[in-house]
């Protein structure tokens, strides 16, 4: 079955080779290809890498054509769908969620002569590069705010799928919340979904009704930040800015901006100096922002969150430096040392002043 | 302190049901005719998109849940020329209308995308709304909210107290007896089918309006296909639909509860699946007694109905 796979890829392969040697002239576009997740309607992750695919055209107009495939199944689909946008021409493709690891690396192995990006994932290859962002700083910069403006002491926190990605990001926020104010807990709610905006207004209800009056989520869905404006409590938009949704309610928003990257790596294909590599970038890459800060914040509070902002973009703060402590209060992490990269990305446990233990 | 979360818990409890309730409902009248219609799913994105738009354009509650109902009936109507008139397949055509709903509510929605509307107004009785506990729960709801209710009774009524309910039900049982003695078979069929799409509608508006009062793709979530195993968790019977759509909408919400409060050492992920596992364990315990589910579940479901056949 795999022999019989791996030969009528490589006939594939030659036949699409042969097919695009013929119409091959110097004025034909460059061909980038986008395989997204959910659908570019969820105004959130998939939504913020299709704003850099458009990032792309209007940055290279006529010399580029862009495609895209929305709302692929992590597996077995993927496979394909990269495949025929491999076969098709694309010279340059992006595939932008972490399901998509095998698929993407499997077909790299067919296509040398094509560019992939993966997002999220580790599996590199000479022609298949990784990237990824550090959410955590701007989660980091949200819990200043939240140390500042809280009254109950308790936060609401909708998480996804536990992952060390989402896990991150509630400890980051959690560290800058409770070294504003000690006494912060933060509840995090599970819903095991990326995107379901029913089941996310219900789990900010929730956790405002058990006293929460700030709701963080890493959940792709406005749905949150609207129950909060409703019910009179503080949010913070994901992904891209939710403002809209709650004009009172949003501090501000951790905002994923892709375009930078794909518009350099874009250039770098097209002028033939792509390699292949890893980035995992922050405030200082500007692949993650901070939205805009709600004007009924106290001044002092976003000016210690903008002075946090521009430390750790200069690398001058770590979110992660010690002392931390575990739930069980025992100190992990010592004064003045700092979690290495390597550890943030297996994270899997929670730091003190988080309620609950992280799904197994 | 507690009384306040309790009041707080059942109006959400209620927000989670009521869209369950309306699908579930429509579903039931459509299967007491014989038709089972599975683009539940996809009758509630088109409904939940059309309301929206209307809803964003025109400021009129009114009209969105009205266009909502429109949608849902369209979408129905489009089934009903192919499986009643043209005889295809219940059950791949209800499939295709669900894939359908999802890319047509994407088409109409796209440039809805991130754009809130404000949501349908509460009702509000002076001071009755106020009374701890009991106000906001019983004078404090939206009118989908009391629509819902005076449906399901207006249902129950019109299914076992009425001439027109008890030939809806015998075109359910055998199309063919009722054909033989004078009854338009396709046009109750197809009168139920409607009213089931409509239903699904509303339930759709009810999501874009006012549970969270946006449009985003895909923003059903799978509560039509609840809706639909609602309808054989009931054994067709409205009574139950109305109970099991609350034991459900109560289940999701009691487990975000359970989780928030953060005591209870239960992994997240089996609190989530919950719902779902009491909805087997329910539907097991009634099945033991087969006969009373046959008494209840019309006997030509499914099945392609033709004069000449």
Known sequence: MIKLTRRSFSAMTLAAGAAAALPARAADPFKVGFVYVGPIGDHGWSYQHDQGRLAIEAEFGDKVETSYVESVPEGADAERVITQLARSGHKLIFTTSFGYMNPTAKVAKNFPDVMFEHATGFTRASNLATYAARFYEGRYVAGILAGHVSKTNKVGYIASIPIPEVIRGINAFTLSARKINPAIEVTPIWVNSWYDPGK???????????????ILQHTDSPAPVQTAEERGVWSVGQASDMAKFGPKSHMTAIIDDWAPYYVERTRQAMAGSWTSGDIWGGFDTGMVKMGDYNSALPEAAVAEAKAAHDAISAGTLHPFTGPIKNQAGETVVADGATLDDGELLGMNWYVEGVNGKVPS | MDMLILSSVAVSIMAASTPLLFAAMGELVAEKSGVLNL???????????LAFIVGLETGSGILAIAAGAAMGALMAALFAVLTLG??????ATGLALTLFGIGLSALLGQSYVGTPIPPLPKLSVGGLS???????VVFGQDALVYLSFAMTAGVAYFLYRTRAGLVLRSVGENPHAAHSIGFPVIAI??????????????????MSLSYTPMWAE????GRGWIAL???VFATWRPARILLGAYLFGGLTIAQLHMQGSGQIEIPAQFLNMVPYLATIVVLVLISRDATRIRLNAPASIGKVFHPDG
């Open chain 2, 130 to 136: 106020d009374i701890p506990l009991l106000g906001p």
């Open chain 1, 200 to 214: 996310e207004a219900d789990s900010a209800k929730a956790l405002i009704d058990q006293g929460a009056d700030i």
């Open chain 2, 229 to 231: 195993a609602l309808v």
């Open chain 2, 189 to 206: 069929r197809l009168a139920a089918v409607l009213f089931g799409g409509a239903m699904a509608g509303i339930g759709g508006a009810y």
């Open chain 2, 39 to 49: 683009g539940v799913e996809g009758m509630m994105l088109a409904g939940a998109v």
């Open chain 2, 86 to 91: 043209l005889l295809a397949n219940q059950v």
């Open chain 2, 218 to 221: 895909g923003m059903i979530a």
